[in-house]
């Protein structure tokens, strides 16, 4: 860097073309300060964002768009027209990243154009904001109010819940870490939102590269078509200092984030947080803790951990269960995660995380880490409650089974149009094995039946079948029918060892079918083609060595004839 400036201080040129978002997105659980041309950016003082400035119309190149070369100036714009779009993504984006680092800013102003936000740009779950100019206004108001200390940010009571009182504030309180995997591991404090507070960075070994983060709902709504709660409210800082301070205008659990997968710890003092409510299976002392937190922890929200599962939901949901409660749960949601592992062929390496949301980023839920799904499942009353033991062990999950198994899918047997297909193989494996309601496949699958069965009258095309998950996932189901679910496993764990360099869909298709016939020594490309698989020549001559299984279910009674070669 010293080299590089040098040369531009003598005079030399310097082109340089940037997507910080695009890096990030290549470079999972990194931060921008891990972003080298971004560290060469701060060198000269210049801020590179996650962000980009997205208005209604295109901004034209003008001379007079130099005036946003210096944050100072957009802040002053900004003050005598605070609904300016442009200005608000401008700054939001720069605030949120520069934090309490704004150099000649007035922070009073920023705060006062927080303050003084409209009702019509803060989101509510009961009058959502649909308006795209309100949408682009409330993300960056929220970018404001990810940088700015001491800010609460208006509507939290919504979500994700504000204290009716104060809360009693701790200090001085220790945490450590061990950690063998990328993950969050919660402090067990919650922040309280326009609290700010510090992490005294007492000790690190191992791998370096930890970060704290406040706030368990990561997903990012800026590019949803509506918002039910403010688009970013949980923030992440690096701790490469000794002391850093953090805040947050919407609260949240503060969590201590392991930098990959290599052995590393850490030991941290933490000061102005709330206790709050967790309960870890693994701990042999988690009865007596439980029943003392229930009594004296006031975060909002809770971590209620598993062997290999862990979830946040609000601490209100949780209050009226005991430990033996708790620990049925927990046993009954470790022994999906190990069913699917099992299935597959794989141990976890680390907790699949459930975050419960007001609003997940995509559908009613989704995969990854987290795993995201709506606040209905934190109802206690409700039969389809996360900790409803005996619905649960009879009735299953089929939603959050499907998303912790699209955590499992692997590209070398997941090709076009099966995305939500596959990884309902482990749902369905998850079902049987370890839910009491038979038989599985007729309980879930009964009211596709009739769309298949017209799917096969109308000549099984090949393109229907990718665009019908439920129809799709039928073969896969026969197969565990006609073959065990041993021979998948056998299968899966084939997969596992060779990791095959498969470079297309076609080559995906032929080397499953080619795979799974070897394994059950029966020539399975009848079957396929009956389901309207189109297959290379090469595979169809190398399986004619194997039999023909004798297979003669509804579905092959719709047109019998078309089971053949």
Known sequence: MKELCTFLQEGGGLICGTTAWGWLQYNTGKLLADFPFARFCDYIGVKVTDN???????????????KFKNVYHVVRDLAHNPNNVENLAIIGSAVKELGDTLPGVPIETLQN??????????????????????????????????????????????FPGDFDRPPSILTNVQCHIESKASEWYCTGYYVAAGVPIQIDVLDQSGATGWSARVGCHSDDLRNCD????????STRRPLSDKTIQMNSAFGGLLFLQSPGDEPSSITVNLHHVVLTLTYDITDSNRAETWNYKRSYAQGLWADIAGRHI??????KSVLHLDSAQLDRALNFWDSIVLAHHDLRGTKPTHRERIVCDK??????????????THLDVSDANSEWFLFNSEHLEKEGAWGLFHEIGHNMQQGWWTFEGTGEVTVNIFTLHAMDKVCSLKPWIHTWLEDKISKTKTYIENGSNFDEWKDNPGIALFIYAQLAREYGWNTYQDIFRQYE?????????????????????????????PLFKFWGFPISQSTVDELQ???????FDEFIQVAPERYSI
């Not at 019509?120 to 929220?142: A, F, H, M």
């Not at 609003?359 to 995201?372: C, D, E, L, N």
């Not at 060595?545 to 297979?551: A, D, E, G, L, S």
Request: glycine content about 6%; proline content about 10%; some cysteine.
């Open 52 to 66: 980009y400035s997205s208005c209604s119309d295109p901004i034209e190149f003008r001379e007079d768009l130099i």
């Open 310 to 315: 862990v979830f946040n939901l609000p601490s």
């Open 113 to 158: 154009i927080v303050m003084s936000a409209s009702q019509e740009i803060i989101p509510n779950d009961s009058c959502p904001i649909k308006d795209k100019k309100c949408r682009e206004q409330s993300s960056g108001i929220c970018g404001i109010m990810c940088g700015l200390p001491g800010v609460k940010a208006p509507g939290i009571q919504n």
């Open 359 to 372: 609003q997940p980023s995509a559908g009613y839920m989704h995969s990854g880490y987290p795993i995201v």
């Open 226 to 233: 509506e918002l039910r709660r403010w688009p970013c409210i």
């Open 497 to 525: 060892q060779i990791q095959p360099n498969l470079n297309s869909d076609q080559e995906k298709m032929d080397y499953w079918i080619t795979t799974f016939s070897e394994q059950v020594h029966n020539n399975l490309v």
């Open 545 to 551: 060595k194997f039999p023909i299984p004798q297979i």
